[in-house]
């Protein structure tokens, strides 16, 4: 946890994620691979990212469910673009037409695969290599949950006003876990910056970049900032001359690292009960210097035939 950080003598800040933020890791147009790299190698040179633990139990609850969501919405503009096809007068060149579909459809779920719902599993190893979990469940925690409940006024919590009607003590349970931490371990940190994006959940209605004035004292008082976009926290950081370089050079090996996703990166998955393609790239591991494929959907593994010795001499 920031062990470089701290080892050069600088206090690090805390970067504070709630679910929304992981889950929108996983969603294409919400974050790219700066913002994602910033924030997986980041830990380094900013500080130390805090989850609580009702975000975690909340992020392992819903991250397979994400990928679900993608594909139903890649499925559903294919069936668009197909049915505006066979409105077309003319039928000549549909098996042209069918295969070109068939086949943009097959790009769009490698590119989901190997550039966003691959993240999930750089999530799960960030968050247990390096995130600090603090609790959200004590006798101070809950006693300021059910304290903030009682008042004549708990919004942005115990509201239905501009809600779906879920859970809302999960809300003030990561608020207070929070509060509980940081009125411990505020010292050992430079800035602090809470991050969540969901509209009503700590935010003012209509304003969801401004903490809700009821919840505003408690973070004040801590000095904790709060913003609904990490690409604002990460500016609420001042990452200085030495990110800009980093970006830069991370922007590069990201590009020389992208992924290829035509059918000659792909073999079909070994076991014969699986219908899924494994990346030649990508979905390897290595065991006594050689290289095995992996498959993503079945965890099914075999020998690619390759050594490492094979790709350095
Ligand atoms: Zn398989």
Not at 168 to 192: C, P, Q, T, W
Request: one cysteine or more; aromatic letters at 12%; hydrophobic letters at 30%.
């Amino acid at each position: 946890m920031s062990i470089l950080l701290r080892a050069y003598g600088k206090t690090p800040h805390a970067l504070i994620l709630d679910t929304n933020i992981l889950i929108n890791l996983l969603s294409p147009s919400e974050y790219d691979n700066k913002d994602f790299l910033t924030l997986t190698m980041g830990s380094t040179f900013f500080g130390e990212i805090i989850i609580p633990q009702q975000v975690l139990d909340e992020w392992n609850y819903q991250k397979d469910k994400i990928d679900a969501i993608h594909y139903g919405s890649i499925d559903k503009n294919v069936s668009e673009i197909n049915k505006f096809i066979n409105k077309l007068p003319s039928k000549s060149g549909k098996d042209e037409t069918d295969l070109m579909l068939k086949n943009l459809s097959k790009l769009a779920r490698r590119s989901y695969e190997y550039n966003y719902a691959i993240r999930k599993q750089q999530i799960d190893d960030l968050i247990r290599r390096e995130a600090t979990i603090i609790e959200t469940r004590n006798r101070y925690i809950d006693k300021s949950v059910i304290d903030f409940f009682i008042k004549k006024d708990s919004r942005p919590f115990f509201t239905t006003e501009g809600k779906s009607g879920k859970n809302e003590a999960s809300d003030a349970l990561i608020f207070f876990g929070i509060v509980d931490f940081m009125n411990k371990h505020r010292k050992d940190y430079e800035k602090a910056i809470f991050v969540s994006s969901n509209t009503n959940e700590f935010s003012e209605r209509g304003n969801p970049t401004k903490l809700h004035s009821n919840l505003e004292d408690y973070f004040s008082e801590l000095d904790i900032e709060f913003t609904n976009n990490l690409r604002s926290a990460f500016k609420y950081f001042e990452l200085d001359k030495s990110k800009h370089q980093m970006d830069m050079d991370l922007f590069k090996s990201a590009k020389e690292n992208e992924v290829y996703l035509t059918d000659d990166y792909f073999i079909p998955c070994q076991n014969k009960d699986c219908d899924n393609e494994v990346h030649i790239n990508m979905d390897t591991w290595v065991k006594y210097n050689k290289y095995y494929y992996i498959c993503r959907k079945c965890k099914h593994t075999w020998d690619s035939g390759d050594s490492i010795e094979d790709s350095l001499y």
